[in-house]
């Protein structure tokens, strides 16, 4: 879509989120309660997380396949596992719509804001179905509510009016299954009958809002949407940000709840 980021492009600064995301992962790995022997799948692990905070955990109890269909953050997350020798852990490049693996193949299979960014996302969730074995289990998160999404929400109200529909921040898109009975409803089709959904907020915090906003420009993220912009026009943007950003500012720091869903059940 010509309103995404270029995740390949962008691989080797996507970290600059990951502290942020964090609690997330964590939240993942506690539901997903892995144990000694299992294979263990991570769909959209991008540059790596959270199956390598799984693989430092487990050790070499567990096997543990991270997989991506971008190529640079494929590279960036087996540079990790190679410079700290995890040998429990390997990842490859590989689109959630074709696992290359066998039916009944992952003990566990993880996925932390990728499933609403696939391709064709009924056809990943069929695909991750398939590779789970009988009484495996799954854990995985995605985005709530457009206005719980906080920080990209400002982003899409601060650039709405100024660039092209088609390029428009990708807000709908990274929270389509936050609505109601979506996910739900999504793994359901896909074949899923043991669904069980909850609420996790977690806070992104900024020493300063030019900390928050350098980390926007410096990770490209949004680079489709500020190169529309005149010199002028990004300015203004900015300021809109922060007058957005002003409602999170306590004690001269920045505390921005953000609300995401955590999908598990078992096969």
Not at 168 to 181: A, E, I, M, Y
Not at 199 to 209: A, I, V
């Amino acid at each position: 879509m010509a309103n995404q980021p270029d995740w390949h492009d962008i691989a080797e600064k996507f970290d600059m989120w990951l502290p942020f995301i964090q609690p997330v992962g964590d939240q993942l790995l506690v539901a997903l309660a892995a144990q000694a022997g299992d294979k263990i799948l991570d769909v959209a692990s991008g540059t790596g997380e959270p199956a390598l905070t799984l693989a430092r955990q487990m050790g070499e109890s567990v096997t543990i396949h991270g997989v991506d269909a971008a190529e640079g953050m494929v590279k960036v997350a087996q540079g990790k596992a190679d410079k700290e020798a995890l040998n429990n852990i390997s990842f490859a490049v590989m689109s959630a719509e074709k696992l290359r693996y066998e039916d009944n193949y992952f003990d566990k299979v993880l996925c932390r804001f990728g499933v609403m960014l696939f391709d064709n996302p009924l056809a990943g969730v069929k695909e991750i179905r398939r590779v789970l074995k009988v009484g495996g289990a799954f854990a995985i998160a995605v985005w709530a509510e457009a206005n719980k999404m906080t920080t990209l929400s400002w982003s899409y109200e601060a650039l709405k009016d100024k660039i092209p529909e088609a390029i428009h921040p990708p807000l709908k898109n990274v929270t389509s299954l936050g609505g109601k009975g979506a996910v739900e409803a999504l793994f359901s089709e896909a074949g899923f009958s043991d669904i069980n959904v909850s609420r996790c907020t977690f806070n992104y915090e900024f020493e300063s809002f030019e900390d928050y906003w350098r980390i926007v420009q410096a990770s490209n993220l949004l680079k489709v949407q500020f190169e529309a912009l005149s010199e002028l026009q990004c300015q203004s943007v900015k300021e809109e940000i922060a007058e957005f950003a002003e409602a999170y500012r306590a004690n001269g720091r920045y505390i921005v709840p953000h609300d995401c869903l955590l999908v598990t059940g078992g096969k």
